[in-house]
């Protein structure tokens, strides 16, 4: 296992998952203030249940290599470029190891073979994530689209309530967050689900 620190020196422009644009094309009568409120709450929520950040950094990580490990789990992901590694303050050449950019594991190499990672201190530094709201995946910006609508919807009704009906009017049902379901409906991490970071330090 081994543990990280992480240093930001280039922060996300945005966390945002979708533009104001593309907000006003679900929920048009809703005013901008308004709009980039629930971006902001639809875009945090949805972060906090993938246990991760999206908007593109710049870090430098460092690991404390507690012991032998297959991989080094970099906190950030996609990863756009590795600037370079030191391992105990030697620069690894670019042929000393290889990263799979989509999941952001970063593996030692032996000429050709994959081999473990070992010592006492190894430094990362990288580029990850989106350049946001532009470059989201389609998907996750569908996701936070839905959400919001869902928020929206939910404004000023009686948090217990799942459902009601007004005779000769009709019926509506909403998702009730504290009802077992999270802060997400189903809806919505039936698609992000995807997103969640669920990689495991070996």
Not at 16 to 42: R, T, W
Not at 93 to 118: A, F, H, M, N, Q
Request: some cysteine; hydrophobic content about 40%.
């Amino acid at each position: 296992m081994s543990d990280s620190i992480v240093e930001i020196s280039g922060a996300p422009a945005s966390e945002y998952l979708v533009s104001l644009a593309q907000a006003k094309g679900v929920l048009p009568s809703l005013s901008d203030s308004d709009l980039n409120d629930l971006i902001a709450q639809a875009s945090a929520a949805i972060a906090s249940y993938c246990s991760r950040s999206f908007g593109a950094v710049t870090a430098t990580e460092t690991f404390r290599l507690l012991n032998r490990a297959d991989a080094l789990v970099l906190s950030h992901y996609p990863v756009s470029s590795v600037a370079g590694i030191e391992l105990d303050g030697v620069a690894l050449t670019s042929t000393g190891y290889e990263v799979d950019k989509k999941s952001g594991l970063v593996y030692r190499l032996g000429g050709d073979y994959r081999i473990p990672w070992c010592g006492v201190k190894c430094v990362v530094t990288y580029t990850a994530g989106y350049e946001l709201p532009a470059s989201a995946p389609a998907d996750l910006a569908r996701a936070c689209l839905m959400q919001m609508q869902t928020m929206a919807a939910t404004v000023g009704t009686d948090p217990r309530l799942r459902s009601e009906s007004v005779e000769g009017i009709g019926s509506r049902s909403w998702v009730d967050p504290g009802n077992g379901g999270g802060a997400l409906p189903a809806v919505v991490t039936g698609i992000v689900d995807a997103y969640r970071d669920l990689r495991v330090l070996a």
